[in-house]
């Protein structure tokens, strides 16, 4: 079956910096769109970061020059840089797969606060 394990949330202090891992198994990864998403308490879900199949990335304009998305199609592997943290960025974040149908990690939690 997929399985989509995200890690590398916690809690960081505004201005700092965390990366999240997203290893995808049960697909074809190199052939998949991924993305991450969030959702802050009492908000919907929204796209942060999403990367195709193509190496074509697009952000949320709230994350534009601060967060980075790759793929690793060797590791199965999709990555996000959070670079100068905010507040505002604490949720829970999501990785998530289009292949075919659309699947969803368990989710990582990033708390910025000082």
């Known amino acids: 079956q997929v399985q989509l394990v995200e890690s590398g949330g916690g809690l960081v202090q505004p201005g700092g910096s965390l990366r999240l891992s997203c290893v995808a198994s049960?697909?074809?990864?190199?052939?998949?769109?991924m993305g991450w998403y969030r959702q802050a308490p009492g908000k919907q879900r929204e796209l942060v970061a999403g990367?195709?199949?193509?190496?074509?990335?697009n952000y949320a304009d709230s994350v534009k020059g601060r967060f980075t998305i790759s793929r690793d199609n060797a590791k199965n592997t999709v990555y996000l840089q959070m670079d100068s943290l905010k507040p505002e960025d604490t949720a829970v974040y999501y990785c998530?797969?289009?292949?075919?149908?659309?699947?969803w990690g368990q989710g990582t939690a990033v708390t910025v606060s000082s």
């Open positions: 990367i195709t199949r193509g190496d074509s990335a």
């Open positions: 049960g697909i074809i990864f190199r052939l998949a769109d």
């Open positions: 998530g797969a289009k292949f075919g149908a659309s699947f």
